[in-house]
């Protein structure tokens, strides 16, 4: 043994040939934390030293290679100054420069995935051989950072400009194919061949068949482009990349620059240049609100598996009302890989379900992500039926009929009666009390909300709605089964509109007073969507229905009359009483054409302006700062209540239910962070200038008390 540590462990395997090997202890998969680079380095030093070696294998003993640095200790990493980041990553380059600097041939058999951290391990390397299923590349652009162990250097000068710049900015996983073409890796074989190729490539080196040392200088030196070629390289490509990343997420165009700047250095100086980069990138709000993103999304992920252990098994499910939402939620039970029945009342209704299925599964025959014999075992696995005659051997049911409490607690007693006992009714409600569902079932135990977020599909939440008597097995089955379909679920507690619908609507309250006093709605909009929403208030609306959105406005302002009833007729209003639904029937705030692609696009419509003039005072000229003032203060303030009241576990939970039903801007981390990033003294005080607009904007007892302390939602 030539080192053993509890991360690394180093040994000849044949000929002189080493063996360093990744097997973090006591964790499922490898990751560069700090005792994995200690242990790196500490390895270099031990290869360095021996006599007779002749070449260098790096393997990994999990599943995957190294799936990258370890994202729990950025927070603390990050909270240092610049100078301290530059330094540490100076520090970590060091080790990966003594791996690069052996006096002999390095291999890297990439048996699994190996993204950021593990990737530039494997740049470090002269050679690169993969395994097909394996994947590689450098996304931390996705965490508002770029690469820091030398990956914007050697990528760069091994697979050129262009392809760095699409690897490094667009932050992809990139398949093995795609790597052997661009040159990232040398060679793709059979996993249980990978050593054995990276034995044979040694050998070669070693008897001067490949010239190992030409590569590693190429990998060291300079980017091989003239003055010319290489601003135009990278011109091009930064105007492109701020194009599709928008102002809001730097760390793309940064990461070019970054690569501008070192072009004409050697490794050590271009190491630097990447340093200052990445420690300027790492200081930013947006790498700080991403990386608590991902850690968040890592602790829901723990919560779902928690509730796993105590799930029933689903092998058959069954979902009632085969609209456009049953054949959503038919198709994506179908392709992840459990049968479901779809039933519903009418042959009409069955035709609609099958339709949308086969709609999504011939898109992704289209796009080559399956064949036609896939496509027909999925819609194999669908089973339309009129009545209940297999639902004895039904494990859960997702009720989807229309949004009406009594059409739903007939539908759900029904059903109640034809499964098992030990069956999970759920029921896909945007906002009807679960409680007020159950109160007619006979096992009310086994029944709770599953709420799906249109298109179902596309979107990855799934709200699991605890009752009263809701069981632990209830939640827990219905999070497992959700999980199986590839959604991130969110146990909530039951109210109207629970956490999403509840959150959203004083937002919609807020652009319906901005309306009422005089704001133009086109610049809301714009005003929003530069803010970083997805759409704006009134597009969305449009998108939602006009008709949905004015239903669910109603139980919200039933359920909490005193924030949520309005004394004044809104533009929605009118929208509604006009037939200008949206989307669905192509009027609403907008117009809707279609495009190329068939796809609806919006087109301004004066004819709204002279409907909703009867409802608006005049025109107002509103500074974003107001806009964005009376948007959002109602949506944060309507987050700390669900905190309060017990509907969401705790602030992870309600902004990540955020960011992932209703497109909160992912940069700015989710209602709770965006207070704590404001001060939390500062958002009382600036919801306490608007008072005068009523209980939406009325700061809760507690969190004025926070404010007092100086306490925050998140450490």
Known sequence: MIYEGKAITVKEIEGGIAQLDFDLQGESVNKFNRLTIEELGAAAEALKSQKNLKGLVVTSSKDSFIVGADITEFTELFAGSEEDLVANNLKANEVFNAIEDLPFPTVTAINGIALGGGFEMCLATDYRVMAPKAKVGLPEVKLGIFPGFGGTVRLSRLVGVDNAVEWIAGGTENRADAALKTGAVDAVVGADKLVEAAVAIIKQCNEGKLDHMARREEKKGKIKLNAMESMMAFEISKAFVAGKAGKNYPAPVEAIKTMQKHAGMTRDKAIEVEAKGFAKMAKTNVAACLVGLFLNDQALKKKASAWEKEASDVNLAAVLGAGIMGGGVAFQSALKGTPIIMKDINQDGIKLGLNEAKKLLSKRVAKGKMDAGQMG?????????????????????????????????????????????????????????????????????????????????????????????????????????????????????????????????????????????????????????????????????????MDTAKHANEVMAEGFPERMKADFKSAIDVMFENSRYGQKNDKGFYKYEEDKKGKPKKVVDEETYKLIEPVVDGSKDFDEEEIIARMMIPLCLETVRCLEDNIVEDPADADMGLIYGIGFPPFRGGALRYIDDMGVDKFVELADKYADLGPLYAPTEKLREMAKTGKKFFG
């Open 377 to 545: 075992d999925v819609l194999n696995a669908i089973t339309p039926t009129l009545n209940y005659g297999d639902f004895k051997n039904v494990d859960l049911v997702v009720e989807a009929v229309v949004e009406n409490p009594k059409v739903k607690d007939a539908v759900l007693r029904e059903t109640e009666d034809a499964v098992r006992e030990d069956t999970i009714l759920t029921s896909n409600t945007s906002t009807i009390s679960i409680n007020l569902l159950a109160k007619n079932l006979k096992r009310p135990e086994n029944f709770c909300g599953m709420h799906f977020f249109n298109p179902v599909h596309m979107m990855p939440l799934v709200e699991v709605i605890r009752g009263e008597k809701t069981s632990d097995r209830a939640i827990a089955t219905t999070v497992a089964y959700a999980k199986a379909m590839g959604k991130t679920p969110i146990v909530v507690n039951d109210c109207p509109g629970f956490l999403v619908n509840r959150v959203l609507f004083p937002y919609f309250g807020g652009f319906a007073a901005l309306v009422r006093d005089g704001a133009d709605f086109q610049k809301i909009d714009k005003v929003m969507e530069k803010f970083g929403w997805p759409m704006g208030p009134a597009y969305l609306l449009d998108v939602v229905g």
